[in-house]
């Protein structure tokens, strides 16, 4: 009933998280009624997120070598944030409270699974290469989040370094992602050692 190119649109919308069958009708309907201009500059965009890569420092996403924070020479070095996924940078950035680095972890440890997959080698690395003197701790408040922040904080142990995480500030089982401003400001100001 829909043209082709309609429809495998629909289908493109419709396997994205959180987009039902419904929606992804109703956006790409939006999409057709929208001037030229706008859907070409969307089309563009799409097109580039193929070419952004990781950041080779932090894992944060990135348009070249190192992402936007790692090449702002105005960030202390020595404060390390260590976050579960890039998203939750950007909802720490938003409160404006922090000036330190980031080192994205990938995931959280989870007890039947080997963690080869996140970058704590990497992190490790960072922390007595660049001469770090704290990391906050920023995996969300789950029971995998726990798990992993006392895993690395037993890494870090002989490493003469002060290692914190965020307060409890936020509901236990929230995300960071999706945690207020004003939430996460308080929970970062009253980080606790570990
Ligand atoms: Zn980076």
């Known amino acids: 009933m829909y043209p082709k190119s309609f429809k495998k649109l629909i289908e493109n919308f419709a396997a994205l998280p959180s987009v039902g069958p419904k ?3 109703r ?3 939006h999409l057709f009624r929208q001037d030229p201009a706008k859907v070409q500059d969307f089309a563009e965009n799409l097109e580039r997120i193929q ?3 990781l950041c080779t420092r932090c894992f ?3 348009e070249d070598e190192l992402c936007e924070i790692c090449k ?3 960030r202390n070095t020595k404060l390390l944030c260590v976050v579960e996924e890039p998203l939750d940078i950007i909802s720490i950035e938003r409160t404006k409270i922090y000036n330190g680095l980031y080192h994205v972890l990938g995931g959280v440890i989870y007890s039947d699974e080997k963690s080869t997959e996140l970058k704590i080698p990497e992190l490790l690395n960072r922390v007595k290469k660049d001469g770090v003197k704290e990391v906050i701790i920023a995996t969300n408040p789950t029971t995998e989040g726990d ?3 006392f895993y690395l904080k037993k890494k870090m142990s002989d490493l003469s370094i002060r290692v914190t995480r965020l307060a409890r500030g936020m509901t236990t089982g929230g995300d960071i992602e999706y ?3 004003l939430t996460l400001s308080a929970a ?3 980080r606790r050692d570990v």
């Open 23 to 25: 929606m992804a009708e």
């Open 27 to 29: 956006l790409v309907l």
């Open 51 to 53: 070419h952004l890569s």
């Open 60 to 62: 944060n996403i990135a």
């Open 72 to 74: 702002d020479h105005g």
């Open 147 to 149: 798990a992993t922040a």
């Open 179 to 181: 945690a207020d401003e």
């Open 188 to 190: 970062l100001a009253n």
